[in-house]
């Protein structure tokens, strides 16, 4: 069974540091764009950062600077380490990754999400 696999959520002072990773497991025979997600409390899950199979990276506006998304294509996971955090930080993250399938179908999968909280 092909699932992503999220970990290194947790509760962080504001300026902190928390390093969240995502690993897909299950029989995959390739992985194209990885990607983080989030959603703050009460409001609409929105993209962090992405990254392509050849390593390019986009980052939403509110993070550039401070967060850095990762790859190991050998261990088929993503990370996603964040620096500098601040309270609008907080909320649910989700990793989201385009696999390919051993019936040679692409589909999206998501992770369940860690919690990220940020205190003041």
């Known amino acids: 069974q092909v699932q992503l696999v999220e970990s290194g959520g947790g509760l962080v002072q504001a300026g902190g540091s928390l390093r969240l990773s995502c690993a897909a497991s299950g029989i995959i025979l390739g992985i194209n764009t990885m990607a983080w997600y989030r959603q703050p409390p009460g409001k609409q899950r929105e993209l962090v950062a992405h990254?392509?199979?050849?390593?390019?990276?986009v980052y939403a506006d509110s993070v550039k600077g401070r967060f850095a998304i990762s790859r190991d294509n050998a261990k088929n996971t993503v990370y996603l380490q964040m620096d500098s955090l601040k309270q609008e930080d907080t909320g649910v993250y989700y990793c989201?990754?385009?696999?390919?399938?051993?019936?040679?179908?692409?589909?999206?999968?998501w992770g369940q999400g860690t919690q990220v909280t940020v205190s003041s």
């Open positions: 990254i392509s199979g050849g390593g390019g990276a």
């Open positions: 989201n990754a385009d696999l390919l399938r051993v019936d040679h179908s692409w589909s999206t999968y």
